[in-house]
């Protein structure tokens, strides 16, 4: 241990009689710094929770890749489209699918709803770890007529619950004067809920077989292919083969593509939080110049002392630039802590609950990355650095022979 981090650890570590207010000085400064700290590492930490909590959300409801046509009318030779894209690299799974406006009645209720027809055990998505009530079933049931799976929302409107009989009235475009709707009646087997509104307000899951009477939809046609890969990671890969091997009027669209809107709100979340709650860390950084030259002030006449027993410039400075760090590393620490205590508190206890309509979940996730406090405790000590090296400067330049008769 060289004697300028001795003597400086002794000026954090005590204080003089009489010197309450530099005390006072000190611990405010490693508040600030403590309180930016722990501010920017929860929010960092709340912000890439939602952002995993709703791409989770996202991409266990939606397709990772859509196959659709640009015109009105269905895909002709589906199943053989199907076939092709079953074939290509990077593709887990493809099914047919059948979408179409309609209306969903249960007693005296009545909503408009999109109609959407998959393979009778189920789509190719992870809606049936989102089910709240009953079961993912849309199978022939017991009453002989086929199950039906609704959003909870969607299901409160109706006020439907399992075992519930659902009737839906479709037409199949701009139907001719005089023509009436293909009416069916399901069994409502299973409610799902996501806590986004668009997903569980407005769509209705039947098998194929029963949509394609309801929509008219002939053998081997299908509104849209949905496809499933088998990582995630590969999805805008898949997309753009898929994208460049269809002929128009075809055309593939990606889940990120889709739901543009919410991933770029999630990433402008992500990219505005740091800088805005970093300025708190910048403001504790700076207020460190006070408390320093405050240490300085207090130390004059040792520092006079220091000097006449042969103490060079760079040794004082070297002295109240590593007081500095002193005060940054104990308030890092210290924040560390509060943020590592709120990720704990949360987890176990969700002490912030949030507003599902607006934020798509009912309480604040936190999601800790390890990359995060290594950003914020490097970016802290060398804000810490640069605050205290100007009093540290200012104490090193100070003439020996005054500052020995200060206070005299």
């Known amino acids: 241990m060289n004697a300028e981090w001795f003597i400086a650890r002794r000026y954090f570590s005590s204080s003089r009689k009489g010197s309450s207010f530099l005390s006072f000085i000190k611990i405010m400064a490693v508040t600030g710094v403590a309180v930016g700290a722990a501010g920017l590492l929860i929010a960092l930490s709340i912000v890439h929770g939602f952002k995993s909590t709703i791409q989770e959300k996202i991409l266990g409801f939606g397709n990772h890749i859509t196959v659709s046509t640009y015109t009105s009318n269905p895909i002709s030779q589906a199943d053989t489209l199907l076939t092709f894209i079953e074939g290509r690299d990077g593709v887990d799974a493809a099914q047919l699918a059948i979408m179409g406006q309609g209306m969903v009645q249960a007693r005296d209720f009545v909503e ?76 409502l087997t299973g409610v799902y809920h996501t806590g986004i509104d668009m997903f569980d307000d407005g769509l209705a899951l039947i098998a194929f077989e029963p949509a394609s009477r309801l929509f008219s939809v002939p053998e081997g046609v299908a509104d849209q292919i949905d496809v499933r890969v088998s990582e995630l990671s590969m999805i805008n890969t898949v997309h753009a083969e898929l994208h460049n091997s269809l002929m128009f009027p075809l055309y593939a669209e990606s889940i990120y593509q889709t739901y543009s809107n919410i991933f770029a709100w999630i990433d402008l979340q992500e990219q505005t ?34 000097k006449t027993m042969g103490a060079t410039d760079r040794g004082i400075r070297s002295i109240f630039l590593y007081e500095g760090l002193f005060v940054g590393a104990v308030g890092l620490i210290i924040g560390i802590a509060i943020s590592l205590f709120f990720y704990w508190l949360q987890g176990t206890y969700e002490v ?44 090193s330049k100070t003439d020996p022979l005054r500052v020995i008769q200060f206070g005299r």
């Open 273 to 306: 939080i740091p800088f805005v709650i970093g300025v708190m860390i910048i403001v504790a950084a700076f207020n460190l110049i006070g408390a320093v030259l405050m240490m300085v002030l207090e130390r004059t006449r040792d520092i006079g002392i220091l």
């Open 352 to 395: 912030i609950p949030l507003s599902e309509d607006n934020y798509y979940m009912s309480t604040a996730p936190v999601e800790p990355h390890l990359l995060d406090f290594v950003i914020v405790s490097v970016a802290t000590m060398a804000l810490c650095a640069f605050a205290s090296f100007f009093p540290a400067y200012t104490a």
């Open 112 to 187: 408009g709803s999109l109609i959407k027809g998959v393979q009778e055990e189920g789509d190719l998505s992870d809606l049936h770890t989102y089910i709240s009530a009953g079961r993912y079933d849309l199978t022939v049931q017991e009453s002989g007529r086929p199950g039906i799976v609704l959003g909870q929302r969607l299901a409160r409107t109706l006020s439907a619950s399992p075992g519930s009989t659902i009737t839906l009235y479709t037409v199949r475009g701009s139907p001719p004067a005089g023509q009436f709707p293909e009416i069916m009646q399901f069994t």
